[in-house]
């Protein structure tokens, strides 16, 4: 099973930018499909984007970050960050890491095998 160790939460104010970042270890993260997934208090966990080097390199990413935040990684530094600009009262969540060894992209946490304990973003108006 691949560790995943997330970082870089903190609070910001509206509009500002943020990167977080999730060191795997454990395995190496070429192969593997890497997301990641928000909880706000009082609703189910959600997924946010998905990045993948099974093949090609994809991404993916929900509406609600499409346009405003970027998942990324580093094979060499096995980490991947997701950095996140123009952000949102709303986007305030506990953010997770997560990674599927199956390797194709998904927005089904189910589909995850691994997860980091999370960090904290948050953003006031």
């Known amino acids: 099973q691949v560790r995943l160790e997330e970082s870089g939460g903190r609070v910001v104010r509206t509009g500002e930018s943020m990167r977080l970042s999730c060191v795997a270890s454990?395995?190496?993260?070429?192969?593997?499909?890497m997301g990641w997934f928000r909880h706000h208090p009082g609703s189910e966990r959600e997924f946010v984007a998905a990045?993948?080097?099974?093949?090609?390199?994809?991404?993916y990413y929900s509406d609600s970050v499409k346009g405003r935040f970027t998942i990324s990684g580093d094979i060499a530094k096995n980490t991947v960050y997701l950095q996140m600009t123009s952000l949102k009262p709303e986007d305030t969540a506990v953010y997770y890491c997560s990674a599927r060894t199956e390797g194709r992209l998904s927005m089904d946490e189910g589909a995850y095998d691994s997860w980091g304990q999370g960090t904290q973003v948050t953003v006031s108006s």
């Open positions: 454990g395995r190496t993260i070429h192969g593997l499909a």
């Open positions: 990045v993948t080097w099974s093949d090609a390199t994809a991404e």
